[in-house]
């Protein structure tokens, strides 16, 4: 009879236990429906050398302001939006911050204008304390392409395992935040991720998922989000003072300025006529000819840096970089003695290259 009565309440237990977690799937399903209208499909540069030519993004206005990462999809004039419903738009840069990895696009013009579309409030996710380890969180973004036109995206769950800083100082590669981030116990950052969100169980917006990056040391791949609640410190040109001045640089400050921040905040530098670097690329065929190493000089700064044939230069100086033509264009902000960080994609891993300028030969030698 014990035997019985113990068998019978392990039953409802389990029974209890079953219904509880169909629960559970149940209102995590319902939270999907109601955030999947809020996110967007991005589409725009990529499609070569493992790089993907997909991402995602969160609408955070109503009139077709979208947060997304700051990565070689948005070097584009073709850069495009797929929001929940299918619905195609044709979208432009307003913003970026490599700072913070982050970067703001637009939807909609006076012709083709986007109104009351849902969104997920910025301001309010900024005001959120930090969550902490052990709390379990969601994330939705469109890895691996899941979603192209009016398919919903994908749903994670998982927990964060830490609130630190990405470990730059142990061979973590083209990540240039210097603040923490959630490191997460899910893998969440797979091609076509960068630009999805995490929010709690209860659908809380807390973070932005990064871009892939690989501990090279450790040979394993990092698993993150952004906070909405980071900040950096920048070192800005004031073209109105001609002054060099440092900042603190939100997410925030995409939304709140748009299109002045640009202008205002991250103005260009004056050209400084650029330096030898002892490269020699693949021949600039196409409009877009990706900046692949074809030759390195004998004992030209790449060569002691370390750059290797068939290397694809993907950042310069933290910007992302898709054309031989925008590689040359951001080398002129540099002048021999500098140093510029590359970030390259060799054969499946990403490298942090440093190398220093020096001034073209006098006799031999050709402007990369």
Not at 176 to 194: E, H, K, R
Not at 206 to 221: A, H, S, V
Request: glycine share 8%; proline share 6%.
């Amino acid at each position: 009879m014990r035997f019985l009565r113990w068998t019978g309440l392990a039953c409802l237990a389990g029974l209890a236990m079953t219904a509880l977690a169909a629960r559970a799937d149940d209102s995590v399903a319902d939270l999907a429906k109601k955030i999947n209208p809020k996110l967007v499909k991005v589409f725009g540069s990529g499609g070569f050398k493992g790089l993907p030519s997909y991402g995602t993004g969160l609408v955070v206005s109503s009139d077709g302001y979208i947060l997304t990462s700051c990565n070689h999809l948005l070097d584009t004039q073709d850069l495009r939006v797929h929001l929940y419903d299918g619905a195609k738009y044709h979208a432009k840069l307003v913003a970026s911050e490599p700072l913070l990895d982050v970067a703001l696009i637009k939807i909609g013009d006076d012709k083709d204008k986007v109104e009351d579309l849902p969104f997920l409030d910025l301001e309010e996710a900024a005001r959120k304390p930090v969550v902490e380890p052990g709390s379990s969180v969601l994330a939705f973004s469109n890895e691996f392409n899941i979603a192209t036109r009016d398919e919903p995206m994908s749903v994670q769950r998982g927990t964060i395992a830490a609130y630190t800083a990405l470990p730059l100082s142990r061979g973590t590669s083209q990540a240039l935040m210097t603040g923490n981030v959630y490191v997460i116990d899910a893998i969440t950052n797979n091609p076509g991720a960068a630009g999805g969100i995490v929010t709690t169980r209860k659908g809380e917006l807390i973070g932005l998922i990064g871009k892939e990056l690989r501990n090279d040391l450790t040979n394993t791949w990092v698993n993150y989000a952004i906070p909405l609640n980071a900040s950096a410190k920048a070192k800005e040109e004031d073209p109105d003072k001609k002054e060099t001045i440092e900042r603190t640089v939100t997410i925030l400050d995409l939304l709140r300025e748009k299109e002045k921040y640009r202008q205002l905040v991250r103005a260009d530098k004056e050209k400084k006529g650029g330096g030898y670097t002892g490269l020699i690329l693949v021949p600039n065929v196409v409009d877009r000819t990706p900046p692949y190493v074809e030759e390195v000089i004998p004992e030209s700064p790449a060569h002691k840096a370390g750059l290797k044939p068939d290397d694809l230069i993907v950042y310069v100086g933290g910007l992302p970089v898709v054309s031989i033509a925008m590689f040359k264009d951001l080398l002129e902000n540099y002048q021999p003695k500098d140093e510029i960080q590359l970030e390259v994609r060799r054969g499946d891993k990403l490298e942090t290259i440093k190398l220093t300028l020096e001034p073209f030969p006098t006799k031999a030698g050709k402007k990369p």
